[in-house]
């Protein structure tokens, strides 16, 4: 190829990069392509590039989204099966998910015993809420703590509190699981303060309201907590039986049935496996 082709090239390859367009650099011969055998005009070109352009970027945000949020795991409510919690209104998880509420600034709490799928439906909200975009943040309420401590303790704690505050939705998973230090329970109580009115905030409990004097020590943080965290919100009873156990039962009753036998034996073996 001589210069004089190559130069206009690789001038618009480097305008693009400074302009970030990336997907107008990777497309843009791909679509003239289909332009001039469509014999799509000049106007259209340019929306198709400009089309996919979006369409990538809002992809990447996503992605972005979904990684800053540090989900533990990538859940959906395609795989949770609502049948197995009865007291959960599977309606108004399903509005839950379009987000409005973080528009809001409404806060869910979803209250229930272990693994009845609080932290699944959890997952599932924030992961919607990246899917729209919006900044997620995901952190036990341990871990919340832990890393408030570690901040405070170096100096930084009021750039960790204003990124906190900055989030659209903050998920605060497993509260009540470990009783909580005074200066814990104060930080923490911080933080709800902080995004009051400002951002959504998801907490999941397997304690009833009643007992979360308990984790946090003193009665007054308490009310005046919960005081900040219902003003706006939307409560997930989600007690019930727990969605591990009643699996394993299920897989031990096929099991039986498939022996004949009232005890499931161990297909290689032979031995009864009663675990
Ligand atoms: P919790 O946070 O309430 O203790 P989890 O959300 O951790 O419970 O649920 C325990 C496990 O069971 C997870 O792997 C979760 O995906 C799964 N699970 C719980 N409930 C359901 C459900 N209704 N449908 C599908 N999977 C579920
Ligand atoms: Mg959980």
Known sequence: MSGAIETPQVLLAHHLKAL???????????????????????????????????????????????????????????????????????????????????????????????????????????????????????????GLVHQLMEARDERRLLRLQAQLASLKLLIIDELGYVPLSQTGAELLFEVFSQRHERGSTIVTSNLPFEDWT??????????????????????????????????????RRKDIEKTGDDLPHDPETGEINDS
């Open 20 to 142: 970030k367009l990336p997907t107008f650099l990777r497309e843009y011969a791909k679509v003239a392509a289909e332009c001039a055998k469509d014999r799509a005009d000049h106007p259209k070109f340019l929306l198709r590039l400009a089309e996919l352009e979006l369409l990538d970027r809002e992809r990447r945000l996503v992605e972005r989204r979904i990684r800053a949020a540090h989900f533990p795991a990538v859940k959906s409510l395609d795989t949770f099966d609502f049948t197995a919690i009865p007291s959960l209104n599977k309606m108004l998880v399903l509005d839950l998910a379009r987000c409005d509420y973080i528009n809001a600034h409404d806060n869910i709490i979803a209250l229930g015993n272990s693994g009845t799928g609080k932290t699944h439906v959890a997952l599932a909200l924030g992961l919607a809420a990246c899917q729209r975009g919006l900044s997620v943040g995901f952190m036990t309420a341990a």
């Open 214 to 251: 308990s984790v946090f020590g003193a009665e007054r943080l308490t009310g005046a907590l919960l005081d900040r965290l219902t003003h706006h919100v939307q409560i997930l009873e989600m007690n019930g039986e727990s969605y591990r156990l009643k699996q394993s039962r299920a897989r």
